[in-house]
């Protein structure tokens, strides 16, 4: 069992940065997967980023050469670094695992977090 936890979220001016967290507990998070998706009002949950446990990194092309996902073994932790956000970025953000593969669609997860907002203004 996998529990997971995301933090970081909040309210920031396009251009501007955050960093979100997902704290991992249950099992050590260099494990499995992690993936970050994101839904806004009214939209589906869309695939943000991914890294997997050899720290194989996957991005949607929306966010590319703006965020960065990376993960401290350590703190059994990963981040999702937001760079250049904008307002379409908004979004709750979600933080997701599963132990084998990279997907990138929603079902194919397994464990999931709480979410953390993000809004952006523009």
């Known amino acids: 069992q996998v529990q997971l936890v995301e933090s970081g979220g909040g309210l920031v001016q396009a251009g501007g940065s955050l960093r979100l967290s997902c704290a991992a507990s249950?099992?050590?998070?260099?494990?499995?997967?992690v993936g970050w998706f994101r839904q806004a009002p009214g939209k589906e949950r869309e695939f943000v980023a991914a890294i997997s446990r050899t720290g194989n990194t996957l991005y949607a092309d929306s966010v590319k050469g703006r965020f960065t996902i990376s993960r401290d073994n350590a703190d059994n932790t990963v981040y999702l670094q937001m760079n250049s956000l904008k307002p379409e970025d908004t979004a709750d953000y979600y933080c997701?695992?599963?132990?084998?593969?990279?997907?990138?669609?929603?079902?194919?997860?397994?464990?999931w977090g709480q979410g953390t907002q993000v809004t952006v203004s523009s």
């Open positions: 997701a695992a599963r132990y084998i593969g990279v997907p990138t669609t929603a079902r194919e997860y397994d464990y």
């Open positions: 249950g099992r050590p998070s260099s494990s499995y997967t």
